[in-house]
Nanobody, 123 residues
Framework: VQLQASGGGLVKAGGSLKLSCAAS????????VGWFRQAPGKDREFVAA????????YYADFVKDRFTISRDNAKMTGWLQMNSLKPEDTAVYYC?????????????????WGQGTQVTVSS
């Protein structure tokens, strides 16, 4: 599976962005899709994940009620809708996919990674 993340950009605090994660090579339908981010000088951290059927949505505490993860298996695409953005959300955002259940915030369980898309939130 090859993943391509897109949709990043520069936005003012309080604004919104919608990131996309397009898959190719193999069907995405059997994979958990996750979003992670890495700010300058910091470790990469979990943001959100969605299981293969969209019945399970998982969020880091710092994005609950602001970010929404979704997917369309027929389109082989996942999304991360980000609202009420804050300067501390500035980071490179990565999408990832893996065939597993549970421990959705564990980076080691995600076998496939996209290249990342930059999100910059100005104050």
């Amino acid at each position: 599976v090859q993943l391509q993340a897109s949709g990043g950009g520069l936005v003012k605090a309080g604004g919104s962005l919608k990131l996309s994660c397009a898959a190719s090579g193999r069907a995405l339908s059997s994979y958990t899709v996750g979003w992670f981010r890495q700010a300058p000088g910091k470790d990469r951290e979990f943001v959100a994940a969605i299981n293969w059927s969209s019945s399970g949505l998982y969020y880091a505490d710092f994005v609950k009620d602001r970010f929404t993860i979704s997917r369309d298996n027929a389109k082989m695409t996942g999304w991360l809708q980000m609202n009420s953005l804050k300067p501390e959300d500035t980071a490179v955002y990565y999408c990832a996919a893996g065939s597993f259940v549970g421990d959705y915030d564990a980076q080691s369980l995600y076998k496939y990674w996209g290249q990342g898309t930059q999100v910059t939130v100005s104050s």
